[in-house]
């Protein structure tokens, strides 16, 4: 690791009218990692990543990308950057190839070398078969490739990645988390926002949580887990309908979590006394005569974590 980070933010805060969307970010992102920023929607995410990408001004402290300021050099922050934003950034009219030997061109390489480039990112895409249809007759997953193509046309020293996977399918998903770690493995420094945990989970070397505006909790995966500790019990109804009822029957056990699908995922439920917590809500099912599809004991997910810490999910 080099001795500063590459990625610095302090005290970051950032208003629209009377309402205060970051409220003092601090974040330190090192060389080479991959640092997953989560949160629910309206937390902040979009805003501090339009922030350290030179699209919005901060109203407050200070960001840096390799030592240079992103207020007072913009020009050499947007050097050092690639961005990736919810939305494909791509022209639908041109054709995957067309559209990567536009941006070559746009950051400056000759024609030969922009074609070249293309080439090779249509092939490390998996989209050599598609390199001359019109960007509109696309899948989603297409396009999202596509726009993460044309976002490291120049390798950049840092990339931004705001919810890339947000819409896709599983195996775009995979496809695309297989890009970021091939990306980390060139050495390239990926800040990456998502509201799937999972996807942290399997990219992230560090996270940050945030919720309103603010950092609440750091730290590599296995750290997150650790602050909340134990066991959980996780329980499939056999009758979605039953979820209030269960809700209900298990108030005073603690607080209750849905899994990312919503109330058809897995509820969860800390077990600090692991198989008899898991004993007590059988019995308790039983005697209200709400049938289970399965119940099980794991360690925490960072679901739980995030549940813990905010009382929320991230789809919230």
Not at 66 to 73: F, I, K, L, N, T
Not at 96 to 124: C, M, T, V
Not at 173 to 201: C, F, H, M, N, P
Not at 214 to 229: F, H, M, N, P, S
């Amino acid at each position: 690791m080099s001795v500063a980070p590459i990625v610095s933010v302090k005290n970051l805060t950032k208003r629209f009218g009377d309402t205060a969307v970051l409220r003092g970010i601090n974040l330190s992102v090192w060389r080479g990692t991959v640092l997953g920023v989560l949160g629910p929607n309206g937390a902040g995410k979009t805003t501090a990543i339009n922030c350290l990408t030179t699209l919005l001004t901060p109203d407050s402290g200070e960001a840096t990308i390799a030592g240079y300021d992103v207020v007072r050099q913009p020009e050499a922050v947007r050097s050092l950057i690639g961005l990736t934003g919810q939305f494909a950034a791509v022209d639908e009219v041109l054709t995957a190839r067309e559209n990567l030997i536009l941006f070559g061109r746009l950051l400056r390489l000759s024609g030969k070398a922009a074609k070249q480039r293309a080439d090779q990112l249509l092939d490390q895409f998996d989209l050599t078969a598609a390199a001359n249809r019109q960007v509109k007759t696309f899948s989603g997953g297409m396009r999202r490739r596509l726009d993460l193509a044309a976002s490291i046309v120049v390798l950049p020293l840092v990339l931004f990645l705001d919810e890339p996977t947000t819409g896709l399918d599983p195996r775009s998903r995979q496809q695309l988390w297989a890009v970021v770690k091939d990306l980390k493995a060139q050495g390239i420094t990926i800040i990456l926002t998502t509201q799937y945990l999972e996807e942290a989970d399997a990219l992230a070397d560090q996270i940050v949580v945030i919720d309103q505006g603010q950092v609440i909790a750091e730290g590599t995966t296995d750290e997150l887990k650790d602050r909340v500790g134990g066991k959980f019990c996780e329980l499939r109804l056999a009758n979605l309908a039953d979820v209030p009822k269960v809700r209900h029957l298990l108030a005073d056990m603690g607080d209750i979590a849905t899994g990312e699908m919503g109330d058809a995922g897995p509820l969860a439920i800390a077990a600090p006394k692991g198989a008899n917590t898991l004993t007590e809500i059988v019995l308790r099912l039983e005697s209200a005569s709400i049938p289970l599809a399965d119940i099980s004991l794991r360690r925490p997910s960072l679901d739980d974590v995030f549940f813990a810490l905010t009382g929320h999910t991230t789809q919230e």
